[in-house]
Nanobody, 133 residues
Framework: QVQLVESGGGSVQPGGSLRLSCAAS????????IGWFRQAPGKEREGVSC??????????YYSDSVKGRFTISSDNAKNTVYLQMNSLKPEDTAVYLC????????????????????????RGQGTQVTVSS
């Protein structure tokens, strides 16, 4: 049984940091794409960052809104993907969830597009991130 469990969300002041974790069970991360998506009330879902493992190579994507502030990484030994979020802004407030789909050779920006989200096979429950002073 495949399961994705997010953790690490919380409340932080602007400029602060959080590290989200997506613990995966029942699937091999080295053959999957893991995407971090977020959704804030009244806003469209946004693909924040994706990590794609395909044929021994790893590819990354970051949305323009988080580039330079967020870093995605994978620990295959722990079967966990992390999203390190630094210099957080109030506009980063959202529910963040991770999703998984077998890597098929699309470019990273495709995997992280909102239109691709329905094609992810597995999704976590999400974790709330609140950035406020």
């Amino acid at each position: 049984q495949v399961q994705l469990v997010e953790s690490g969300g919380g409340s932080v002041q602007p400029g602060g940091s959080l590290r989200l974790s997506c613990a995966a069970s029942g699937l091999p991360l080295d053959r999957y794409t893991i995407g971090w998506f977020r959704q804030a009330p009244g806003k469209e879902r946004e693909g924040v960052s994706c990590i794609i493992s395909l044929d021994g190579s790893t590819y990354y994507y970051y949305s323009d809104s988080v580039k330079g502030r967020f870093t995605i990484s994978s620990d295959n030994a722990k079967n966990t993907v992390y999203l390190q979020m630094n210099s957080l802004k109030p506009e980063d407030t959202a529910v963040y969830l991770c999703a998984a789909v077998p890597a098929r050779g699309f470019t990273a920006d495709v995997y992280c597009s909102n239109s691709y989200f329905p094609r992810y096979d597995y999704r976590g429950q999400g974790t709330q991130v609140t950035v406020s002073s």
